[in-house]
């Protein structure tokens, strides 16, 4: 069992920035990859960013250049930097692991930007 929790969302102006943060916490051991996930008003859950335990990295086309993922293995979080925020970018955002074979998911973080 794996516990994720999200934190760093909010309502910034467009051109803004945010960082999302992410601390897993209980199994944490052989984690393989981590994600972040966003769904906005009225659409699906969406990969946003991805990460694997070897560091390769893999961005949604809508957030190449203006996202950036990173862990910090040492304090079990993952980050997402968010520049340059578009009204477009609002959504709830969803951690993700895979371990063993196993997707956790924490509880989310709303971010909304306004125009």
């Known amino acids: 069992q794996v516990q994720l929790v999200e934190s760093g969302g909010g309502l910034v102006q467009a051109g803004g920035s945010l960082r999302l943060s992410c601390a897993a916490s209980?199994?944490?051991?052989?984690?393989?990859?981590m994600a972040w996930y966003r769904q906005p008003p009225g659409k699906q859950r969406e990969l946003v960013a991805s990460?694997?335990?070897?560091?390769?990295?893999n961005y949604a086309d809508s957030v190449k250049g203006r996202f950036t993922i990173s862990t910090n293995n040492a304090k079990n979080t993952l980050y997402l930097q968010m520049n340059n925020l578009k009204p477009e970018d609002t959504a709830m955002y969803y951690c993700?692991?895979?371990?063993?074979?196993?997707?956790?998911w924490g509880q989310g973080t709303q971010v909304t930007v306004s125009s």
């Open positions: 209980g199994s944490i051991f052989s984690i393989k990859a």
């Open positions: 993700n692991c895979l371990r063993d074979l196993t997707l956790y």
């Open positions: 990460i694997t335990s070897g560091g390769s990295t």
